[in-house]
């Protein structure tokens, strides 16, 4: 069966930095998104990995260890927007998204 | 970037009608679009995958013939939720994403049914 498994709630402070992991099986493999979503809203796009790596993109950089079924979302300098659930999406041979409940993020003062 | 468009955002309904949900691709023309379904505290479930020209392709356990989905045009897919009762009450977003394998899924803003 296809299987995400993140941490269901975190917490941290404003300025601070977090990192979110993910584990993952699917069937088959064709790389991974990261997606943000805030409470009421459609998520949005943050992140895609392919490769083995590490993508930064700003404050947010993704991981990736194909080998591991591994990967990560760190957040740094946190700010209280940032609060939200992120959602780790593997996609698979069939090119079909995976999606999981994600992880809560709650940043505090 | 790939901007998609839905409307309305919110709409309350009474039990037994049907509402109709649209979804643009604003400045990309998108063959497929997907239709999600979100409960509260729950992760996005697919509901069905809509192709531009032919029928929609729909999850296990998602009605065809409640939840109606027209893809007309490249830029425009519709979703009507027929003869709605309280528990279709849900969150509903529709995608789409460019061509190419690594292109991720722009979504919509949603749409936050509610049936009473």
């Known amino acids: 069966g296809q299987n995400i498994d993140q941490p269901t709630e975190m917490t941290a402070t404003e300025g601070a930095i977090v990192q979110i992991n993910c584990t993952y099986q699917t069937s088959g493999f064709n790389g991974l998104f990261w997606y943000q979503q805030h409470a009421g809203e459609a998520p949005t796009f943050l992140s895609y990995?392919?490769l083995d790596g590490l993508e930064e993109k700003g404050r947010f950089s993704s991981f990736l260890s194909r080998s591991k079924g591994y990967s990560y979302l760190l957040l740094k300098e946190l700010q209280m927007k940032d609060s939200a659930s992120y959602l780790c999406?593997?996609?698979?041979?069939?090119?079909?998204?995976?999606w999981g409940a994600g992880t809560k993020l709650i940043i505090k003062p | 970037g790939a901007v998609v468009s839905q409307h309305p955002s919110w709409v309350i309904c009474k039990s037994g009608t049907s509402v109709k949900i649209e979804c643009r691709s604003l400045d990309f023309q998108a063959t497929t679009m997907f239709w999600y379904r979100q409960f509260p505290k729950q992760s996005l479930m697919l509901m069905a995958t809509?192709?531009?020209?032919?029928?929609?392709?729909?999850e296990q356990g998602v009605e065809k013939d409640k939840f109606l989905i027209n893809h007309a045009s490249l830029t425009l897919s519709t979703l009507t939720v027929t003869s709605a009762h309280p528990e279709d009450s849900s969150f509903y977003i529709c995608?789409?994403?460019?061509?190419?394998?690594?292109?991720?899924?722009?979504f919509g803003n949603g749409t936050r049914l509610t049936v009473t």
């Open positions: 999406v593997p996609q698979d041979s069939n090119y079909q998204l995976i």
């Open positions: 809509s192709n531009e020209g032919s029928k929609a392709t729909y």
């Open positions: 995608s789409a994403r460019m061509v190419g394998e690594s292109s991720p899924l722009h």
């Open positions: 990995n392919v």
